[in-house]
C-alpha cells in the first residue's frame, strides 16, 4: 500500500511525542515493504499566506514533503490554522499525481482538515489518530487560557473564544479580579466575531472528523472525550506500541544513597516542568540527597525557560540539560532511579511513559486523564495531584524516606505494549478501508 501520514510537523526541527510516533510509524510501514510519505509543516513565517513552498526531501529512509508558508500574512489566522486553502490545493496536485491507497492524518494543527476533505474528493479512505484534542479545542490542549482544565467543551463557541483571549495576561487580571464575571460580560457584549470564527471552525471540524473511515484512540479517556463525535462503529482504541528491545537494559545508577529523578519532554507550561522545580525545592533539606536532570528543547517555548531558569536559581539538584538524540534514550534512562511526567492537561498516551517502563523504572506522574491509566498507582509509580507541586513533593519525599518503595515500584513494571501488536491492529483497520 502507499498510505501518506500529514502532520504539523516532523523531525528533525521537530520531537515531540506525535512528531516521533509518526516517524516510528513512518519507519516500521517502510521495513513491511509498504511505501509510506509524510506531509508536514516545516515553517509558517516563511514564503506568504496564500501561497506555499513545497520541499521534498529524506528523514532516516523517511520520505518527506515540507510545507512553508507565512502564518502571520494570513487574512483570517484562525481559519488558516485549521483549514489553509493553499495547503488544501496542494493537497489536491498531489493526491492526483500520486493517487495514494490511505490518507492516515497524525494531527490537524496547522496542516488542517484539507488533506481529509480532498481525500474524500478523490474517494481515497482515511485515517486519523487522535493525539490530542484538536478537533475540539481550539488550544489543542483542553487547557484554558488561564491554566484551568476544560472539563466539558462549553456549548457556547463563545466561551471557547473568551478561553482563546485568556491567553494574553492583560485579559486574565480582569477575569480573576472580577470572579469570572469579565468573560461573561465579554460573552454578551463583545465577542461576537470571535463567537462566529468558533462556530465555523467546529462545524468544520466535525464535519471532516464524521465523514473519516476510521479514528483511533490511544487511551480509554481520550475515546471517551469523542465518544459523542465519531460513530461507535469507525472509533477504535488501539494502544501506542515500542520498540523497547533496546531499552531492557538500560543501566542503573551507578552512584548508590542518591535519588536521581529526570524528565523528558516538551519544556512548556502545559507539561508542568514548573512543578517539578517547585516540588525539589520544597523538599526538606534532611534525607537523602535528590537530583533531578530535565531534558528537552529549550528553545521551543523560550519565555517559559527564561521562567524556570529563574525559578532554579543556583539551585544545584536541578539540571537543564537540554535536548539529545533519541538514539541515547537508553542511556538517558540509565541515570534515573525514576522520572516524572507532571503534566497539566489531560496527556493522552506519553510516550515518556512507555520508554521510562520499557526501562524497567517507574513513574510519578499526574492523576489526570491518559497518563493515570499507564502508570497504576502504588504499583508501577506514583499518582499526584494535577497542579499540585506540594503533592509531587510528598511522593518524591516518600521515595527519600521509604528504602522498600523504590525497589517495590521498579518490581511492579511491565513492559509496554510492543510496536508489532500495535501495528497488527493498525493493519486491520487498514485492510478492511
Not at 508558508?69 to 493553499?86: E, Q, R
Not at 525559578?311 to 536541578?318: E, M, N, V
Not at 518524591?396 to 501488536?421: K, N, W
Amino acid at each position: 500500500m502507499k498510505i501518506v501520514l500529514p502532520i504539523h510537523h516532523f523531525p528533525p526541527r521537530y520531537s515531540a511525542g506525535a512528531e516521533l510516533y509518526t516517524f516510528r510509524l513512518a519507519r516500521w510501514l517502510i521495513t513491511q515493504g509498504h511505501r509510506a510519505e509524510v506531509v508536514c509543516v516545516e515553517r509558517i513565517d516563511d514564503h506568504s499566506a496564500t501561497s506555499l513552498a513545497a520541499h521534498y526531501d529524506s528523514y532516516q529512509g523517511v520520505p518527506v514533503w515540507r510545507l512553508s508558508f507565512n502564518i502571520s500574512a494570513a487574512p483570517d489566522a484562525l481559519l488558516w490554522s485549521y483549514a489553509n486553502p493553499a495547503i488544501a490545493d496542494w493537497f489536491d496536485d498531489y493526491f492526483a499525481c500520486e493517487r495514494p491507497d490511505l490518507v492516515h492524518l497524525q494531527s490537524g494543527y496547522l496542516i488542517g482538515v484539507g488533506a481529509l476533505e480532498v481525500a474524500r474528493r478523490y474517494g481515497i479512505p482515511t485515517v486519523v489518530t487522535l493525539h490530542d484534542f484538536w478537533f475540539l479545542c481550539p488550544r489543542i490542549t483542553l487547557l484554558r487560557g488561564d491554566g484551568s482544565l476544560c472539563v466539558d467543551v462549553p456549548a457556547d463557541p463563545g466561551a471557547c473564544a473568551w478561553c482563546m483571549l485568556l491567553e494574553g495576561r492583560r485579559f486574565r487580571l480582569p477575569e480573576r479580579l472580577s470572579g469570572g464575571m469579565a468573560g461573561r460580560a465579554a460573552l454578551s457584549l463583545a465577542l461576537q466575531p470571535q463567537r462566529v470564527a468558533v462556530a465555523s471552525r467546529r462545524a468544520r471540524l466535525a464535519t471532516a472528523l464524521t465523514a473519516v473511515d476510521a479514528a483511533i484512540a490511544p487511551s480509554h479517556f481520550l475515546a471517551s472525550k469523542f465518544a459523542g463525535h465519531i460513530a461507535p462503529e469507525r472509533l477504535h482504541m488501539v494502544r501506542y506500541g515500542l520498540d523497547s528491545s533496546h531499552l531492557h537494559a538500560a543501566p542503573r545508577p551507578a552512584q548508590a544513597g542518591v535519588l536521581r529523578l529526570g524528565y523528558i519532554g516538551q519544556i512548556g507550561a502545559h507539561k508542568g516542568v514548573h512543578l517539578i522545580v517547585a516540588a525539589i525545592k520544597s523538599l526538606p533539606a534532611r534525607g537523602c540527597p535528590v537530583t533531578v536532570t530535565i531534558h528537552g528543547d529549550l528553545d521551543q517555548h523560550a519565555h517559559y525557560s527564561r521562567r524556570l531558569r529563574a525559578q532554579i536559581g543556583d539551585d544545584p539538584r536541578i539540571t537543564l540539560a537540554g535536548r539529545f538524540d533519541n538514539s541515547r534514550i537508553a542511556e538517558v534512562l540509565g541515570a534515573f532511579d525514576a522520572t516524572i511526567v507532571p503534566s497539566i492537561w489531560y496527556e493522552n498516551s506519553p510516550l515518556a511513559i512507555m520508554e521510562a517502563h520499557a526501562a524497567g523504572r517507574p513513574v510519578l506522574t499526574s492523576a489526570l486523564g491518559g497518563m493515570a491509566e499507564l502508570v497504576r498507582d502504588e504499583v508501577d509509580g506514583l499518582h499526584f495531584r494535577a497542579g499540585d507541586a506540594s503533592d509531587l513533593a510528598r511522593q518524591i519525599q516518600r521515595l527519600r524516606e521509604d528504602a522498600a518503595l523504590l525497589p517495590r515500584l521498579c518490581g511492579g513494571v511491565r513492559a509496554p505494549s510492543t510496536i508489532d501488536a500495535e501495528m497488527d491492529s493498525l493493519m486491520q483497520i487498514y485492510h478492511s478501508l
